[in-house]
C-alpha cells in the first residue's frame, strides 16, 4: 500500500510559507511531494540547510496534526483487508514518506497489525520504485 500524502487534507486557516512566499498547491506538488525531506530542504534553501531541515519538520508536524484530524479510511477497505488475510495472503506497505507518517496513517487506518513489513524508501539502499528496495525488503514475506 502506498500512501502519497491523504487526498483532501486541506490546511484550515494555515498556509506553509517558504521565505514569506505562500507555497501554492501547484509548486507543493512539483517542489515537494514525493521527495525525501533532506531533498526538499536543500531545494528550498541551498544557502541554509539548518533552516530547511526546520521547514521540513514544521511540514511533517502539519501533516500529522492535519492527518489525526482529516484521515478516514475508503469505503471497502474491511472488505479487501478480510479478503487478503482470508487467503492468508502477504502484506507489506510500500512508501517514500517518513516512518512516522508512514505509521500513523497506518494506525488512524486501524492497519497496524495488518501488514507483515512496512518498507520505507528512505531506509532502503535507494528509494522506491527502485527494485532493489522491494526485492531486498519483501525477500522475508
Known sequence: ????PPQGLQPQNEQIRCEKVP????FFIETITGKHNDDIA??????DLKRGLKFV????????????????????LDKVREWMESRGL????MTNAPRANAELIISLLGLSNFFHAVIIGGECEHAKPMHACTDRRTENL
Open 1 to 4: 500500500m502506498d500512501q502519497d
Open 23 to 26: 507555497i501554492t498547491e501547484e
Open 42 to 47: 536543500l531545494t528550498l534553501f541551498p544557502d
Open 57 to 76: 519538520n514544521d511540514k511533517e508536524d502539519m501533516f500529522q496534526r492535519l492527518a489525526k484530524e482529516q484521515v478516514k479510511s475508503l469505503n471497502g
Open 90 to 93: 502477504k502484506r507489506a506497505a
